[in-house]
């Protein structure tokens, strides 16, 4: 028979009974108490007269429960459950998996799909961020309230530096892992998830800061000697901070001086790059090539890393950080900014220089030229020349500064017919007379008459009559 029983672990009451064979246990979101216990002892006073009678709808009674699935066929009622309550006119208790057990349901099924260090960092945010908020609330109860009531905390959650509520780009973060598992469980379960048409919070667009090609060649005269290679690959390659930490001596290709990425160091451990695109063939500069020559007489016969410490071991992000990048940066009083922006740097300077933006894309990792426009708009005029520069030399090479002016000609074609022909000259010089247009018996007798039958004379002036010639004697008078 039904019984009503509290969990250790949790403290709420759980309803244990046995249908078809089978043992049911759903957990309640009541915590252990006299009127709970009460409340939760009416619904399993029903549920055991529906069984008796056999009535008994097992999604009517639980709808957010798994073992609704396994027993769909005994559906006899209705396939939604109403809104006031179950079915059977049961009080309404959510009945089902907590948030907790279906988050962790979650992370084991899909872990297969992730990179680990996206494991790691998801992981994270659900133990520190999500967890402790929805604790063990049936997932099924979680309201749209409840979801902007767990935003609105993160705001006023310390941030990083002691900043005031968290920032509107990790609480994106937090929000979108905390959609994924409420969208997962309400194509299971069969409910709308509270978070469907939750918005994302605005960000503010932050613009890169690359360094000039001047600050860079301060930065490589300063830098510690042991570094100056590390800095010098990262300025003219391009490369994420996980890609250069990762580098192998493998994907080295000093034959055809190429770098080929094809991992990346994340937390600790070598791993897949960030995305497929991101697997990618850079091209040594003359630059590059020196640097990964001396680097090579350096560790290459000591460790697999191109760049490492003294134990052979791939590069410290935070401790390169803090111990060298922040450093050298205050010493030559420079704006501090992350070590990525060396990354920036690339693009901004082969952009500079004039490169096609599709092999810039490759040379970054993006399969596409839009991320390149969009991170790097205010550089881009300097590449693509769309900045009126083409056309300012057009006009300077083909019309040059002085004004023009058109003038208009009238000519003969081979038939003898009069055209007009337009030419356009420097306004300064004196413009041609023009030819006017023949009219009259002048223009009929052209047309009549070949050029030259008419003895000579040529055409009349334009509006005027022909003069008859004087009167030749003839011969023998």
């Given at each position: 028979?039904?019984?009503?029983?509290?969990?250790?672990?949790?403290?709420?009451?759980?309803?244990?009974?046995?249908?078809?064979?089978?043992?049911?246990?759903?957990?309640?979101?009541?915590?252990?108490?006299?009127?709970?216990?009460?409340?939760?002892?009416?619904?399993?006073?029903?549920?055991?007269?529906?069984?008796?009678?056999?009535?008994?709808?097992?999604?009517?009674?639980?709808?957010?429960?798994?073992?609704?699935?396994?027993?769909?066929?005994?559906?006899?009622?209705s396939d939604r459950v109403p809104e006031n309550g179950s079915g059977t006119g049961q009080p309404s208790i959510a009945t089902g998996h907590t948030f907790s057990e279906f988050a962790d349901q979650w992370v084991q099924e899909h872990s297969i799909e992730w990179r680990r260090s996206h494991i790691r960092s998801l992981?994270?945010?659900?133990?520190?961020?999500?967890?402790?908020?929805?604790?063990?609330?049936?997932?099924?109860?979680?309201?749209?309230?409840?979801?902007?009531?767990?935003?609105?905390?993160?705001?006023?959650?310390?941030?990083?530096?002691?900043?005031?509520?968290?920032?509107?780009?990790?609480?994106?973060?937090?929000?979108?892992?905390?959609?994924?598992?409420?969208?997962?469980?309400?194509?299971?379960?069969?409910?709308?998830?509270?978070?469907?048409?939750?918005?994302?919070?605005?960000?503010?667009?932050?613009?890169?800061?690359?360094?000039?090609?001047?600050?860079?060649?301060?930065?490589?005269?300063?830098?510690?000697?042991?570094?100056?290679?590390?800095?010098?690959?990262?300025?003219?390659?391009?490369?994420?901070?996980?890609?250069?930490?990762?580098?192998?001596?493998?994907?080295?290709?000093?034959?055809?001086?190429?770098?080929?990425?094809?991992?990346?160091?994340?937390?600790?451990?070598?791993?897949?790059?960030?995305?497929?695109?991101?697997?990618?063939?850079?091209?040594?500069?003359?630059?590059?090539?020196?640097?990964?020559?001396?680097?090579?007489?350096?560790?290459?016969?000591?460790?697999?890393?191109?760049?490492?410490?003294?134990?052979?071991?791939?590069?410290?992000?935070?401790?390169?950080?803090?111990?060298?990048w922040y450093p050298l940066l205050r010493h030559l009083d420079f704006e501090l900014r992350r070590p990525y922006q060396t990354r920036h740097t690339a693009a901004t300077l082969w952009l500079a220089a004039g490169e096609a933006p599709e092999w810039i894309a490759r040379q970054l990792g993006h399969t596409s030229t839009e991320m390149l426009f969009k991170t790097y708009s205010r550089y881009v005029p300097n590449m693509t020349r769309q900045d009126g520069s083409a056309m300012e030399r057009l006009l300077a090479s083909r019309i040059g500064t002085?004004?023009?002016?058109?003038?208009?000609?009238?000519?003969?074609?081979?038939?003898?017919?009069?055209?007009?022909?337009?030419?356009?000259?420097?306004?300064?010089?004196?413009?041609?007379?023009?030819?006017?247009?023949?009219?009259?018996?002048?223009?009929?007798?052209?047309?009549?008459?070949?050029?030259?039958?008419?003895?000579?004379?040529?055409?009349?002036?334009?509006?005027?009559?022909?003069?008859?010639?004087?009167?030749?004697?003839?011969?023998?008078?």
């Open positions: 028979m039904a019984k009503v029983v509290a969990r250790k672990e949790t403290g709420k009451l759980q309803i244990d009974f046995t249908y078809k064979g089978v043992r049911c246990r759903e957990q309640t979101a009541l915590m252990d108490s006299p009127a709970n216990r009460k409340r939760v002892q009416a619904v399993v006073d029903k549920m055991s007269d529906a069984i008796k009678e056999g009535r008994f709808v097992y999604a009517d009674f639980f709808p957010g429960s798994a073992m609704a699935e396994r027993f769909r066929s005994d559906r006899k009622v992981l994270s945010t659900l133990e520190s961020r999500i967890k402790p908020h929805f604790s063990n609330r049936v997932i099924t109860s979680i309201t749209k309230a409840d979801v902007l009531a767990f935003r609105a905390a993160l705001a006023k959650e310390p941030g990083r530096g002691g900043k005031a509520g968290l920032s509107a780009k990790r609480i994106n973060e937090i929000m979108g892992t905390l959609r994924q598992i409420l969208a997962e469980a309400a194509d299971r379960f069969e409910f709308t998830s509270p978070a469907l048409n939750l918005k994302r919070l605005r960000v503010k667009k932050s613009d890169v800061q690359p360094f000039s090609l001047d600050q860079v060649q301060t930065i490589l005269a300063t830098v510690r000697p042991d570094f100056k290679d590390y800095l010098q690959v990262r300025f003219l390659t391009g490369m994420r901070t996980g890609e250069i930490n990762g580098l192998k001596w493998k994907y080295i290709d000093f034959e055809h001086r190429l770098i080929l990425v094809r991992e990346t160091h994340v937390l600790g451990e070598d791993d897949y790059t960030k995305t497929d695109g991101s697997q990618r063939d850079i091209r040594m500069s003359q630059p590059v090539f020196e640097a990964m020559l001396r680097q090579q007489k350096i560790t290459g016969t000591v460790s697999e890393y191109v760049f490492c410490n003294l134990l052979g071991q791939p590069l410290d992000n935070t401790n390169f950080t803090k111990r060298v002085a004004p023009l002016a058109r003038i208009t000609e009238q000519v003969l074609d081979e038939h003898g017919e009069m055209l007009e022909q337009e030419s356009f000259v420097p306004a300064s010089e004196k413009l041609p007379s023009p030819v006017p247009k023949p009219r009259g018996y002048a223009a009929a007798h052209r047309r009549l008459k070949p050029h030259g039958s008419d003895g000579g004379q040529g055409p009349p002036p334009c509006g005027g009559k022909r003069t008859p010639s004087p009167a030749m004697p003839r011969a023998g008078i």
